[in-house]
Each structure stands twice: as structure tokens, then as C-alpha cells.
């Protein structure tokens, strides 16, 4: 934990989609102090044509979904949230005004860790 969901518009190289998904690893570790073990992150590439901005189709766009255990501080979330804009700035090129992030906070007694058990039971 935490678990990321990086959507991107279609026109990445498979070089910078994979600095993207190691970079923002390494972003999160540093930045919330989680262990590298406990981070896991998707990327999923739009189709064209599947990405409106300000009514016009396919600008280029990273977001990024943020799951996490509550309890982490605002100053923390937007530690988080301003690290991995540049992030993806600086992996993707990317314009920085069109990095976006979302963070949803789970009670601990709803995510599921390794071997099935709840991240309260997991002692978290």
C-alpha cells in the first residue's frame, strides 16, 4: 500500500511509460516514507479519441489515482500530489498544468493486503 492508477493519453514510448511507473515508485517511497515492497501502480494507456480536456480530444495528459490507508496528513497528500506532477513532467514531458492527481483515503478495515488480510489486521 499505497496503490496507484496512472491513466495517460495514447503517444508515450514504452522508454518513458516505464521511467513513469519507476519514478513515481521511487516519488511515493520518498515522499510518504512508504517501504518499496508495499507500492504497486498500473498504467493504463487511452485509446485515441478517449480523453476531452477543455473540449479538445486527446491533449496530453497524465492522472493519477491514489489509494491510500487513512491517516496520512493534508501536508503529506500534497507533498504527494506536487512530487508526482513533476514527476510525470519530467518522465513524460508531459505539460505540468495537465498532471493531475486524485487521492481517496480507505478505513483500514477496507483494503486487503498480502495473504487476504485487512490492513488493520496486517497492523496498520
Not at 89 to 94: D, F, I, P, S, Y
Amino acid at each position: 500500500m499505497p496503490f496507484l492508477t496512472i491513466t495517460a493519453t495514447p503517444g508515450l514510448t514504452e522508454d518513458q511509460k516505464q521511467q513513469l511507473l519507476l519514478r513515481s515508485s521511487d516519488t511515493v517511497v520518498k515522499t510518504l516514507g512508504s517501504s518499496l515492497a508495499s507500492v504497486r501502480i498500473t498504467l493504463h494507456e487511452l485509446p485515441k479519441g478517449h480523453y476531452l480536456s477543455a473540449g479538445q480530444f486527446d491533449i496530453p495528459n497524465v492522472t493519477y489515482e491514489i489509494d491510500l490507508i487513512a491517516g496520512r496528513t493534508e501536508e503529506q497528500k500534497a507533498a504527494l500530489i506536487a512530487a508526482l506532477g513533476k514527476t510525470a513532467h519530467e518522465a513524460t514531458g508531459v505539460a505540468l498544468e495537465e498532471v493531475r492527481a486524485r487521492i481517496t483515503d480507505f478505513p483500514n478495515t477496507n483494503m486487503g493486503m498480502a495473504n487476504g488480510i485487512t490492513a488493520k489486521q496486517a497492523g496498520r
